[in-house]
Structure formats: structure tokens, C-alpha cells
């Protein structure tokens, strides 16, 4: 938890906006605090993010999904995880064929959640919003297998991350009423991400899509398992812009 807390003490207490903000980076740190904590607690499992999946949802019922109420409660961390989570499968599942497959990406021993979509939240702080809010999915459909990925991170800046990053071949950034969006493409030997940003003044959420069902680690090569990511730069956009995923 200490690497996670002094990860987001940046984007949570100083003046500047977040500047290069990384999913990667910050999914990285979860993992590693996580993995020290289940070796110090001697738990036998416990739930983070991210590898390849266990429990496959299909989607024949959507129509009962989309129709149920998401909860409305923020008070406790457990309640605005499972607000959050509601609102983020709602949105990733409009996106998706009615006959793809959600696989939970997990760590090796996780057992996966019941919902693919419930969010991990690693504390680094008190407050309910204190945390690093994360999850990524595998999905598979006639096309092959690609992964959705979604970070929030606390923060009371205004700022988006700057483009110009190495493996760029597009970036722009898009003021909304809800802040300032940052959309970018990247490409990596085989490997197409699109990722998109909002940067509110409470938080900045971050999704992307690539088209490898693999778990995204630093140092390790993703195999290409579909002729493009699972979502296109334009619905991962609507995703960023999905209401209620605010404090």
C-alpha cells in the first residue's frame, strides 16, 4: 500500500496538474504493493488486477443489466466500488457484440470476482475516494481477443497528460463540461492501444483498449490476437465520458 500511496501523492496533493500519467505505471505499483501485502498478511488470495482470466461471463442478458438500478451510495469505499462498477460494466457492455466473452484478467492464484467489472481499490488514504480504483477485462468475440482497462485516480488538478509520447501515432485533447479529455493511439510492434483521459477536478479516468487479451506488463512482448484493439479510439472516448464514475 505505501508504493501505491507514494505513487498517487503526486496527482493527489501537488499544485501541477497530473502530467504523464501512466496506467501502466500506476497498475504496476498496485501489483507490486499487492503481491508484498499477501506475502506479509500470509493471505491466500486476494483480489487486484490484471492477467490472463478466469470465469468467463457471456453476454446473453443484457437487456436484464442494463434495466437494473445501479447503487447510488458513495459513503463507505465498498459502496463507491460497487457504484463505480455497476457504471463501468454497464458502459464497456453497450459497447460489445452480444455474443463476446468477458474474462476477468487476474494474477496468478486470484480468484476472479463474480462480476468481471468490480473494481480493485488500493488504499492510499482514508477517505472513501482515497484510492487507486482498477480493473481490466478480457474480451473475445468473432474477431479475436482484446483487453478493456480502466484506472481512477484521485485528484483535485485540472491538467491532462501530454502527448508526444514515444510510441504516439496520435494525440489531441478535447475540453468537455466535465473536463479535459485526452485521446491518444499508440502503437507497439503489433500491438494498437487507444486510450482516452478525462482530467476533472476530483479525478482523472483513464481507460484504453489494445488488441492483445494478455496482461499488459512492463518488459513483456504482447502477442497481437486481433486485427484491432477491442474498442475503437471513439468508444473509448464514450467510455471516459460515462456519467457517474465522479466521487
Known amino acids: 500500500m505505501e508504493e501505491v500511496r507514494s505513487l498517487l501523492t503526486a496527482y493527489v496533493t501537488e499544485d501541477e496538474p497530473p502530467i504523464g500519467l501512466s496506467g501502466a505505471a500506476v497498475l504496476a505499483a498496485a501489483r507490486r504493493s499487492r503481491r508484498q501485502h499477501l506475502l506479509t498478511a500470509a493471505v491466500a488470495v486476494a483480489v487486484i488486477v490484471l492477467a490472463l482470466g478466469l470465469a468467463v461471463v457471456v453476454l446473453p442478458h443484457r437487456g436484464g443489466v442494463a434495466n437494473a438500478p445501479c447503487p447510488t451510495a458513495s459513503d ?16 464497456v457492455r453497450s459497447l460489445l457484440p ?9 494474477v496468478p492464484g486470484e480468484t476472479p470476482p463474480a462480476d468481471p467489472f468490480h473494481l480493485i481499490a488500493d488504499p492510499a488514504g482514508d477517505a472513501p475516494r482515497d484510492a487507486l480504483f482498477h480493473m481490466g477485462v478480457r474480451v473475445t468475440d468473432a474477431r479475436g481477443s482484446g483487453s478493456v482497462y480502466l484506472v481512477i485516480v484521485p485528484s483535485p488538478n485540472s491538467g491532462g497528460p501530454p502527448c508526444k509520447e514515444p510510441e504516439e501515432i496520435l494525440c489531441r485533447t478535447e475540453p468537455t463540461p466535465q473536463g479535459l479529455l485526452w485521446l491518444s493511439t499508440l502503437s507497439s510492434g503489433d500491438i494498437l492501444t487507444h486510450r482516452v483521459a478525462l482530467a476533472t477536478p476530483e479525478a482523472v479516468v483513464q481507460f484504453w483498449s ?17 486485427p484491432e484493439p477491442t474498442l475503437t479510439l471513439d468508444q473509448v472516448r464514450r467510455l471516459a465520458l460515462t456519467p457517474g464514475l465522479g466521487f
Open 76 to 91: 463507505t469505499r465498498a459502496a463507491l466500488v460497487d457504484r463505480l462498477s455497476c457504471a463501468v460494466g454497464r458502459a
Open 98 to 106: 452480444p455474443d463476446a466473452q468477458i474474462t476477468r484478467l487476474t
Open 210 to 226: 489494445n488488441n492483445s487479451g494478455v496482461l499488459d506488463r512492463a518488459g513483456v512482448r504482447l502477442p497481437k490476437q486481433r
